[in-house]
């Protein structure tokens, strides 16, 4: 079983729909990252958390730490947001290498 | 200032060449990290340096597989004797410090025939 596990594999929208994207990890984290990566590779951190709740325009991220899950969710989803959603944690007490899940392709049509 | 770059941005490779990946990350950036990416999976950990100190390379697939960062900025991923299984992204990321947020290059696509 993978230490990240990411649902869905693959997400398709209509443009406005509300969009959810799950993470559930097995392991202590320190923080857990959402990255966002376009075709030809290029990675963006959206967001880093450890407790709560963060917001970045029509972004939202969520995270329980008892529960071992955060999501990502996108509201009034765009075509320009179709890329991939990686879910990404920072273990606890180790050193400082990032355990990726393995992403949620998302596709917003117009 | 700048963000991280990587170059080459594309590596083709006959099987058994040696290839040399380049990372120059964020200035000031105390720790670097190298992954590796194959088609359709999520990035996998290679090594970890901070500043010129590899402190973790535990993700190295194997002893063809070679990094280092001798001043504490630009790191180079070295592969001898390139094999098929090899071809991936390989990406960089530099953070401030470790458990900092880590920016990402735009990687290097590695392909080996």
């Known amino acids: 079983k993978n230490e990240v596990e990411q649902s869905p594999q693959n997400l398709t929208a209509q443009e406005g729909e509300f969009i959810t994207i799950n993470c559930s990890y097995s392991v202590g984290i320190s923080a857990l990252h959402w990255l966002q990566q376009h075709p030809g590779g290029g990675i963006v951190s959206l967001f880093m958390l450890s407790s709560g709740k963060k917001k970045h325009g029509r972004l939202i991220a969520t995270i329980n730490i008892q529960e071992k899950h955060s999501s990502l969710h996108i509201t009034a989803s765009h075509p320009r947001d179709s890329a991939v959603y990686i879910c990404a944690v920072l273990s606890s007490g180790s050193a400082r290498q990032l355990t990726f899940g393995s992403g949620t392709q998302l596709t917003v049509l117009p | 200032g700048a963000g991280v770059s990587q170059s080459p941005r594309y590596k083709v490779a006959k099987r058994g060449q040696d290839v040399a990946l380049r990372c120059d990350p964020i200035?000031?950036?105390?720790?670097l990290f190298w992954y590796q990416q194959a088609l359709g999976q999520g990035p996998e950990f290679l090594t970890y340096?901070?500043?010129?100190?590899?402190?973790?390379k535990s993700g190295l697939p194997s002893d063809r597989f070679f990094a280092e960062r001798p001043e504490g900025s630009v790191s180079t991923l070295k592969i001898q004797r390139t094999q098929q299984e090899d071809s991936a992204v390989y990406l960089c990321?530099?953070?401030?410090?470790?458990?900092?947020?880590?920016?990402f290059g735009p990687g290097t696509r590695l392909t080996v025939l």
């Open positions: 340096f901070q500043n010129e100190a590899q402190l973790d």
């Open positions: 200035s000031g950036h105390v720790s």
């Open positions: 990321a530099s953070s401030r410090w470790g458990a900092d947020t880590q920016y």
